[in-house]
């Protein structure tokens, strides 16, 4: 049985360290529930599918740092060509991918890749060394320590529940705060 | 003249950091020498959206990139640089590199490119300069410096 997205995210908590956190669509409603600190990064609004090129920009920016992006399917769909420029540039970047099958902040609507992309096996190809797979909570608990250690990238594939009905996430300041939090976190403002 | 190496010694004066771009055959032809230049890191993507989010990225980080790419993947960029020029309100500099620009002139192509770059550029309100076979790389990192100054997006477009 697929776990929660709001499961999944909870591992993530106790794995992130003093990693940036970005969070996209469904996940951007759930994750400011569990961390609001200045590295955790809430895209929106946000340019669909490019969580994964945002994060890693500021993994090769700030190499010591470490970079998680929460990406959704659909939006990972829009955009596979990151994943090989994730790749060619190697950087301390994990990107999560949460596959429910659904645009879920439309109210859920299964996607063009619904129930047969192997989102793993695209990352390999893509050239990502490091790849991982967790189907059920048991397991995503069992191996997260071993998936987010570092270095990256890393590429997680996370099977979860699809939330029907779902709105889209308001982020929990504007984005300009969001900015200006970061940078001063990083030490860059 | 713009070529590789002063477009290169250029954007290092100007603190640039890195390059993130897609080239087409006249901005390839600077692949050598923006490859070389220390201090400057090229990143190659694989579409001209992520170039912008990628761009932004590093620049929430600290670091002072550009994004140079065809217009033809300006156009295909469109959601991606709404996102960092109006909604993160990123300061970015482009290149963008105006296929079949003298021909157009001439009237000896086909090529719609140059019928949209411009219009399409001032759409998305961004200021820009065109750079032709008669400007020089002061050109180029003056249009920069400025885009810096006045802390907005500019770009500069390579008449091709």
Redesign the interface.
């Known amino acids: 049985m697929p776990m929660t997205q709001r499961q999944a995210l909870e591992v993530l908590l106790h794995h992130r360290t003093n990693r940036v956190v970005i969070t996209t669509m469904s996940s951007a409603g759930i994750w400011p529930q569990l961390s609001d600190t200045p590295l955790d990064f809430t895209y929106i609004?946000?340019?669909?599918?490019?969580?994964p090129?945002?994060?890693?920009?500021?993994?090769?920016?700030?190499p010591d740092?470490g970079?998680i992006v929460v990406n959704g399917d659909g939006c990972q769909l829009m955009?596979l060509?990151?994943l090989?420029?994730t790749a060619?540039?190697p950087a301390n970047l994990f990107v999560i991918i949460l596959d429910n099958g659904h645009y879920e902040v439309t109210g859920g609507q299964p996607h063009a890749g619904a129930g047969h992309v192997d989102y793993a096996a695209i990352a390999r190809g893509a050239g990502v060394q490091r790849v991982y797979s967790f189907t059920t909570l048991a397991d995503w608990v069992a191996g997260a320590s071993t998936a987010l250690a570092n270095p990256g990238p890393v590429v997680i594939h996370l099977l979860v529940d699809a939330l029907m009905g779902q709105k889209t996430p308001k982020p929990p300041r504007l984005?300009?705060e969001q900015?200006r939090r970061?940078?001063e976190a990083?030490?860059?403002a | 003249m713009l070529d590789g190496p002063s477009v290169a010694a250029a954007l290092k004066s100007c603190g640039v950091t890195h390059v993130v771009w897609i080239p087409d055959t006249e901005l390839g032809a600077w692949n050598a020498a923006l490859s070389a230049t220390d201090g400057l890191s090229l990143v190659r993507v694989c579409r001209e959206g992520e170039a912008f989010a990628l761009a932004a990225g590093l620049w929430l980080g600290g670091r002072k990139p550009i994004v140079a790419v065809q217009c033809t993947g300006f156009f295909e960029a469109g959601d991606a640089l709404r996102n960092v020029l109006f909604d993160m309100k990123i300061p970015l500099f482009m290149i963008v590199g105006v296929r079949s620009y003298y021909a157009h002139q001439q009237g000896a192509t086909p090529d719609t490119c140059p019928v949209f770059t411009e219009p399409i550029v001032s759409a998305w309100q961004i200021p820009y300069a065109v750079l032709d076979n008669r400007s020089s790389p002061d050109d180029l990192a003056n249009a920069y410096r400025h885009c810096q100054a006045e802390q907005r997006a500019r770009a500069v477009l390579i008449a091709e």
């Open positions: 609004p946000s340019a669909m599918g490019h969580g090129s945002l994060g890693l920009g500021l993994a090769l920016a700030q740092r970079v955009s060509g990151n090989v420029t060619h540039h984005m300009a900015i970061l940078r990083l030490g860059v």
